[in-house]
């Protein structure tokens, strides 16, 4: 019994030190897993494994090429590398990576815009990641065009395709177009040509500029009109180029655009003069015309479209022998001479002859005043002189203001008077009246006369319809007609 006893304790006493013994030789153990995200982005050491409870480790991160280590995820947080840990328990630990992004930075050098295209997977507007395929297109502005990339991407090609595996910085270089422009010249003048914006060269412009062409003819010659791509009269001329331009200026000799009938024995003489330049002139170049009567002759005026005297629609008349005028469009005249310096014209109401001597136009009341004197007045006005006949009017011929109101004429001949355009024939004694001789009369007074009727011509019945245009005055039922009864 006694042994059995002993026994007991003897086996009790073995398991006690296999127990220690075990114990001492069987540490705790814990493990590590560790993984990449994505998966062969990256590595990370040590790898996945067991370790003693209470060991320190350092986790190192290491990214493959084109990525970057990005932070740690599952039983670790935060991107600290390398990461030490201490094993109290297992640990599965994740490494994330991500991949390289690339800054694509564009400069526009002129005007126009860069279109940027992901042809392989994109990360943001403007980062890439690394191996990215982005197309470029150079889009021009209107009126320019593209000319070359330059930085880390050089040439002409558009668009271009470029890989991301650096930071890039690419310029696109933008140039105006440009436009020819030639100008042609007909006749004898000069084009000056003045830049209202920006210019290339003397002879292409950039697109949009604008460009002022003045036309300058030679003395002796005037402008006419642009031929070509603008057609027009304008000058100086505002052109701005949007496409290659060709224009002719054309340019007239003067006298070529002068015409004159001479009525009459004398002659004219033409001359090239400079005035003042003008809006309607810019060359200053004027023609100045002088009449010149043969003996026994002497000159009585100018009758013609005489641009710069227009005072009403139709001819008119100039009394001096030299006039001057600028030759914007063809000019038709008539210069009258009349023979017999000294000839007289009979006058033989003293009334009228007086009136002609307080004017300064005669000076012995006798019944006759100086054909050559009254033949150049232009404006006569003689109202209020008792005067009964106008016998001698008709010598009157560059007569165009007439007023002779307030008198006893019973009678008056204008046919010999077709200049006359203002005319006052109010209260007078006149029965019968013809104004078909005269033309446009801007102003007519024919009130408080005993007529029935005033014969008119086809261009005064028209007038005489359109109310504004002048002013006509005569007597309630007076008619006006074509062709009055006798």
């Not at 006359?420 to 006149?430: A, D, G, K, P, V």
């Amino acid at each position: 019994m006694k042994n059995l006893k002993n026994l007991k304790l003897l086996s009790y006493a073995l398991l006690l030190t296999l127990l220690v013994l075990c114990t001492e030789d069987d540490p705790i153990e814990f493990r590590l897993t560790t993984n990449c995200i994505p998966e062969k982005t990256g590595t990370v050491t040590p790898e996945s494994g067991t370790f003693i409870e209470g060991t320190e480790i350092e986790l190192k991160a290491t990214a493959n090429p084109e990525y970057l280590f990005k932070n740690w995820e599952g039983d670790a947080g935060g991107n600290e590398n390398p990461l030490k840990i201490t094993m109290t328990k297992d640990r599965q630990i994740t490494a994330v990576f991500e991949k390289v992004k690339y800054a694509l930075s564009i400069e526009i050098i002129g005007e126009g815009t860069v279109n940027q295209e992901v042809v392989v997977a994109k990360f943001s507007s403007t980062d890439y990641e690394s191996g990215t395929t982005v197309e470029l297109t150079a889009q021009p502005e209107n009126g320019w065009k593209f000319v070359e990339w330059s930085g880390d991407v050089t040439g002409t090609e558009n668009p271009v395709q470029i890989s991301m595996d650096q930071a890039m910085s690419v310029s696109a270089k933008f140039e105006r177009i440009s436009y020819a422009l030639t100008v042609e010249i007909e006749g004898n003048g000069e084009v000056k040509e003045e830049i209202v914006q920006n210019k290339i060269s003397s002879s292409d412009y950039e697109s949009g500029t604008t460009v002022l062409l003045t036309a300058l003819p030679d003395k002796d010659w005037r402008f006419v009109e642009w031929k070509g791509d603008y057609e027009g009269e304008e000058n100086p001329l505002e052109l701005k180029m949007t496409k290659d331009r060709t224009l002719t200026a054309v340019f007239q000799k003067v006298d070529q655009l002068v015409s004159v009938e001479m009525v009459g024995q004398g002659n004219f003489t033409v001359e090239f003069v400079q005035i003042d330049p003008s809006p309607w002139n810019p060359s200053g170049i004027a023609v100045q015309l002088t009449a010149v009567a043969n003996s026994g002759w002497y000159f009585v005026h100018w009758n013609g479209n005489i641009q710069e005297n227009m005072e009403f629609f139709g001819d008119h008349i100039h009394t001096n022998d030299q006039i001057q005028i600028i030759p914007n469009d063809p000019i038709n005249l008539t210069v009258l001479f009349q023979e017999g310096i000294n000839d007289k014209t009979e006058i033989p109401d003293d009334n009228f002859e007086q009136a002609l001597i307080d004017l300064g136009y005669d000076d012995v009341l006798d019944n006759y005043v100086s054909k050559r004197e009254i033949s150049q007045i232009e404006e006569l006005n003689i109202s209020d002189k008792n005067i009964e006949s106008l016998s001698g009017l008709q010598d009157f011929v560059s007569l165009q203001h007439f007023n002779c109101s307030e008198n006893k004429i019973s009678e008056i001949d204008l046919s010999l008077n077709p200049e006359i355009f203002i005319l006052n024939l109010n209260q007078n004694l006149i029965s019968n009246l013809d104004i078909s001789p005269l033309g446009y009369l801007l102003f007519f007074n024919a009130s408080q006369n005993p007529l029935n009727c005033i014969e008119i011509n086809d261009m005064q019945l028209e007038q005489s319809q359109m109310p504004g245009l002048s002013i006509w005055s005569y007597d309630d039922g007076v008619t006006l007609s074509l062709d009055c009864p006798d």
